[in-house]
């Protein structure tokens, strides 16, 4: 079995788990046509699909779907595709009690007659749950040569992804302690002189040699460019003075994210900047010192609002506090005002307000907690302070 997954009683559980929720009252599936008991769900390529059965693919031309019905477990995918299932879980699914069916297709054949033989004529109610990833190429066919119409299945896989099951937060953990490494290096990394894009290539390599697949993404954002919460590099040149952002992550083999911010400083900071940034740091602490079962996100998003409200910093705090990690490195739940979610042990997300002086500088803090049964977990570890280099 391929190294990035997980036992195979692992994705059993996983899709007995979706199979229950889609056999719930409803069906978990969001949307107005949402309605009946027991509709069937169908997965296409993404994050949705790797979770349930460890297939790692994209989405193209030719369709590839898992499709769940009732207590019966279908793959359709082309024949000249076969071997993805090889590097997944679903060869050794019966041997966690999981019978797979797979029809395979080639080329001049109806890939979405054998999508509505998996759905079985007794099983359909006229609705199908579909994962957010299918793309519309899939979609229409998939409606109009079946009718049937399709709600979206986003509520039942985000209860089952947010979630984070032992084997999970041990891979996030991991993910964690690699990413904090790569903030170790930046003494060695960055440096005044250098243009933000050598930074930036030298961090991903760095990424990758701490034990990530890739890096997913790269911030280094310096200066007035600290300011746009996006910045991803330029060729500007790092300045002596420079406050200098560095947002980093990526997967794991397991396709597990880190993603983790600190924030530079390119000689002693000024009083004014050593002073806004102390005001986020305690915004920082406050929100992960919120964070524990049954509080609600929008709690969590409120505790760092606050404290850069009572700082007469509220304006320059733009972005939400935080957002679900997984297998996407942005995923439920979101840490956002309004989000009256309460949070759950077992979920991951990341904690990181910032402030950002447009034309000036900017910084964050970024760390990623999992919720504990007392309280969370942060998976980094990395000092707080604004560190000068």
Request: aromatic share 4%.
């Amino acid at each position: 079995m391929a190294s990035h997954l997980f036992p195979p009683a692992v994705y059993a559980d996983r899709l007995r788990r979706a199979a229950a929720l889609a056999a719930g009252a409803g069906s978990g599936a969001s949307g107005p046509h949402a309605q009946g008991v027991g509709t069937p769900l169908i997965v296409t390529p993404g994050p949705d699909l790797a979770y349930l059965t460890g297939v790692r693919s994209e989405s193209f031309e030719r369709l590839t779907a898992l499709v769940l019905s009732g207590s019966t477990v279908t793959v359709v995918v082309p024949k000249l595709e076969l071997a993805i299932l090889g590097d997944s879980a679903v060869p050794a699914l019966g041997s966690a009690g999981i019978d797979v069916t797979v029809l395979d297709w080639v080329d001049g054949t109806d890939p979405y007659a054998l999508v509505g033989e998996a759905l079985g004529a007794g099983d359909r109610t006229g609705t199908v749950a579909v994962s957010d990833s299918m793309p519309a190429l899939h979609l229409l066919p998939l409606t109009t040569r079946l009718g049937v119409r399709a709600v979206l299945a986003t509520d039942i896989l985000r209860r089952l992804r947010m979630i984070k099951d032992a084997a999970e937060v041990a891979e996030l953990r991991a993910a964690g302690r690699a990413i904090d490494r790569v903030h170790a290096r930046m003494g060695e990394l960055l440096a005044v002189g250098r243009t933000e894009r050598e930074v930036a290539a030298d961090i991903a390599d760095a990424i990758v040699a701490e034990g990530h697949d890739h890096a997913e993404f790269v911030i280094v954002g310096s200066g007035p460019h600290g300011a746009d919460p996006h910045h991803e590099v330029s060729d500007r040149v790092i300045e002596a003075g420079d406050v200098v952002v560095i947002d980093i992550g990526g997967p794991l083999a397991s396709g597990y994210n880190s993603d983790s911010t600190r924030t530079y400083s390119m000689g002693e900071p000024s009083a004014e900047v050593a002073a806004a940034y102390a005001h986020l740091e305690r915004a920082q602490a406050a929100s992960v010192s919120a964070v524990r079962p049954g509080v609600t996100a929008e709690t969590i998003d409120a505790a760092a609002r606050d404290v850069l409200a009572q700082a007469g910093l509220a304006e320059y705090f733009v972005h939400r506090t935080g957002h679900g990690i997984g297998l996407s490195v942005h995923e439920e739940p979101y840490i956002v005002a309004g989000n009256d979610l309460p949070v759950q042990t077992g979920m991951a997300f990341s904690i990181e307000p910032g402030v950002y002086f447009p034309g000036q500088w900017g910084a964050r803090i970024e760390d990623i907690v999992v919720v504990t049964d007392q309280g969370c977990e942060p998976l980094n570890t990395r000092p707080h302070g604004l560190a000068v280099l």
